[in-house]
């Protein structure tokens, strides 16, 4: 574009103001340099510091969790199947371990064995 094409443009170009750059633009621009960018955060949270700690706990909650529901309560049979199940001759045994047992609460020392 030559100067005489738009005189009025160029009149105004010359009367505008100079632009002065701010003492500290230098220091702006490196400010903005070393600013971390949203790539370098997350690449942070990816660091295998973090990474290894936070996949184990999932891990261990998924397998809790997996365990839980593969987990069931069977149900207690009825009282009155045992019961039928059981003999005379059993019946006999419970009454000697019955006395075994009442023979175990008397633990004092009969001292005719010790003489």
Do not use: C, H
Request: hydrophobic residues 45%.
């Amino acid at each position: 574009m030559k100067r005489d094409d738009d005189q009025e443009l160029w009149d105004l170009l010359g009367q505008a103001p100079e632009s002065k750059v701010s003492p500290f633009f230098a220091r702006n621009v490196l400010r903005e340099i070393r600013e971390p960018s949203d790539w370098a955060t997350l690449r942070g949270w990816l660091n295998p510091r973090r990474l290894v700690p936070a996949l184990g706990a999932a891990t261990a909650l998924v397998a809790v969790v997996f365990m839980r529901m593969q987990t069931s309560i069977a149900p207690l049979a009825a009282p009155s199947d045992t019961l039928a199940s059981i003999d005379a001759q059993d019946y006999e045994v419970i009454a000697d371990l019955d006395d075994l047992l009442a023979s175990d609460d008397n633990n004092s020392l009969d001292e005719s064995v010790l003489l």
